[in-house]
T-cell receptor, first 116, second 108 residues
């Protein structure tokens, strides 16, 4: 199947700093990418949907100024957590929907963010 | 938006037994129903999916059934093995809103 990578796989940062997470589709073009957040023993919560070349659509309750999303190309989307705080510590997962195979989505391995 | 409910939240079976996880959805326009397996510390992996024009799909020990009238779909795992132990998520529609997840434990 198609491969989606995330970088970094884990990151530890100090409170107040910003962290950028990259999501790449390695062998297919992704017109749409999704960002999820997952707290321990909970389901994946959709944060935002991003389409290449346009602004991301954020879910209710997700601050767009805090979680900046850039989908600059058909293979790359980035999520920047600005002014991170301990409550932002979570597992962030991206997924990419192939423009070639209708509806199929492939998930990245996730990025564990710990804010001290 | 779509509301997806998943049951049970935890499921424990003996190796070799079958496991069934059920999801219900609210939006009759939903047309794509994937199932994902997530192991600890990893991203979800697609294990099987079904589209609205099909009632059942099978892939070796895994099968998914869809009842569009009742708006529910189920994951069936036969001859379970310890390596099937994981959290399983269902989703409905293209915008991938997930069910709450089912933690499956297969006891050897």
């Amino acid at each position: 199947g198609a491969v989606v990578s995330q970088h970094p796989s884990w990151v530890i940062c100090k409170s107040g700093t910003s962290v950028k997470i990259e999501c790449r589709s390695l062998d297919f073009q992704a017109t749409t990418m999704f960002w999820y957040r997952q707290f321990p023993k909970q389901s994946l919560m959709l944060m935002a949907t991003s389409n290449e070349g346009s602004k991301a659509t954020y879910e209710q309750g997700v601050e767009k100024d805090k979680f900046l999303i850039n989908h600059a190309s058909l293979t790359l989307s980035t999520l920047t957590v600005t002014s991170a705080h301990p409550e932002d510590s979570s597992f962030y997962i991206c997924s990419a929907r192939s423009s070639e195979v209708y509806n199929e989505q492939f998930f990245g391995p996730g990025t564990r963010l710990t804010v001290l | 938006g779509e509301n997806v409910e998943q049951h049970p939240s935890t499921l424990s079976v003996q190796e070799g037994d079958s496991a069934v996880i059920k999801c219900t959805y609210s939006d009759s326009a939903s047309n794509y129903f994937p199932w994902y397996k997530q192991e600890l510390g990893k991203g979800p992996q697609l294990i099987i999916d079904i589209r609205s024009n099909v009632g059942e799909k099978k892939d070796q020990r895994i099968a998914v059934t869809l009842n569009k009238t009742a708006k529910h779909f189920s994951l069936h795992i036969t001859e379970t093995q310890p390596e099937d132990s994981a959290v399983y998520f269902c989703a409905a529609r293209y915008d991938m809103r997930f069910g709450a997840g089912t933690r499956l434990t297969v006891k050897p």
